[in-house]
């Protein structure tokens, strides 16, 4: 069943001859539980694909719904709280609040909503990510990969529809690369947890249960890994 539903979509920056087509006309959909890479080269459109799926931006044509939800159909009071209730976002370089915990910067998607944490959900998110003796401190008493596991962390703790991974490796390498890779898998399977990542990096795709490769703006690839 296609929790994710990408249609037709296109966005294009400014107009007659400086007009520049970042995506074009890109169509797929994610199942639930899949575990789906999008890789391409600087300038692809990957990022701005990004942006579209998790409703930072807005297409110049075409739909997403996720889980069921046209996301452009919502304003952007509607927007925020779905995309905080329903997307969880690892991003490159973490987003902590330096002045938060560990344990409070992963929470804090549920108190931003006015929702209280699940205790039992926070307690075995700590777990999955190796926290547990980390938890009351500060990001600047982690390690970058830490701070990472805490952004992870983060993402789940709403149990979203949908976690979206933007070059979570970039920072790392080959084998704390393969740590954040062996987490995000980890999370997939633990919590059936459906997964896009972004990246440049053929090789960390390979984990992933399907590659879909973007070049200049349009999907030129998209197969089964495994």
Known sequence: MAILEVSGLSKTYGKGGTAVTALDNVTFTVD????????????SGKSTLMHLIGGVDRPTAGSVRLDGNDIYSLNES?????????????YQFYNLILTLTAEENIIL????????????????????????DRAEHLPGELSGGQQQRVSIGRALINDPALILADEPTGNWDSKSSR????????????????????????RIALAADRVIVISDGRIVRDEAVR
């Open 32 to 43: 639930k539980g899949e575990f789906v890479a999008i890789v391409g080269a600087s300038g």
């Open 78 to 90: 509607e927007l925020a709280i779905f995309r905080r209730r329903n997307i969880g976002i690892v």
């Open 109 to 132: 998607p549920r108190l931003l909503d006015n929702r209280r944490p699940d205790r039992e959900r926070l307690r075995a998110i700590l777990e999955t990510t190796g926290l547990t």
């Open 179 to 202: 740590e954040i890779i062996d987490l995000l898998k980890l999370s997939n399977k633990r919590y059936n947890q459906t997964l896009l990542i972004i990246t440049h990096d053929e």
